[in-house]
């Protein structure tokens, strides 16, 4: 009894322990993106909700492509999305964003509530928490300590909700056609590259203890 009191003390502390490293950094969600919000899960997913909650089964890692904090933080601040956004702002004025930022030296920020939907990555945003890195150009790699901080991201998250996909960004076109996949418009598509395949591979190796789905073949 002693030895399963001590086990179960002990994973408490360990969850709670990447959760007490989480550092809180609100992107604005005021009511102008919680209507945005609501009119994309209706318009792109056929989803009519009360609320902007998503059941998480998925979690998809990014990276910024911008070299700082700041200005990755600024990106997503907004609600409505900025007119440098061309190739996305037909389908909605919902600015991007994800739930979850980790910055260079691995130091992990929620921007929003992980179970509120983000605009990170199309066809699945409706049940995927979305992780974006700073930097991922070639002057500015994603770090080892990023690399870490992913991993712990994902133990805590898998540990709390039940994730069925890990996923880079560049494998949503995968999804096409499977049950999670609710994009409505076939010609919607961005090509994407994000966090590149090592680095994916990396987060998969080390968290393979969850046994998540293997990413569907593209057809």
Known sequence: MKKCLLLFSLLCFMSCGIGRQIVDKPIVFNKEREI??????????????????IVPKMIVLHWTA???LEGSFKAFEKAKLPNTRPDITNASALNVSSQFLIDQDGTIYRQMSETTMARHVIGLNHCAI??????????????????????RLVKYLADKYNIE?????????????HELWLEKDDGYRTEKTDPGK????????????????????QK
Do not use: C, M, W
């Open 165 to 177: 996909y890990l996923i880079g960004h560049y494998e949503y076109t995968n999804f096409v056609g």
């Open 36 to 53: 945005l919000t609501l009119e994309y899960l209706s318009k792109r997913y056929g989803l009519e909700q009360q609320s902007t909650t």
């Open 66 to 68: 911008i070299p700082t």
């Open 198 to 217: 090592d680095f994916l591979e990396k987060v998969k190796k080390a968290t393979k203890k969850y046994n998540f789905k293997k990413t569907p073949i």
């Open 130 to 151: 979305g992780v974006e890195n700073v930097g991922g150009t070639e002057g500015v790699p994603l770090t080892k300590k990023q690399l870490k901080a992913n991993i």
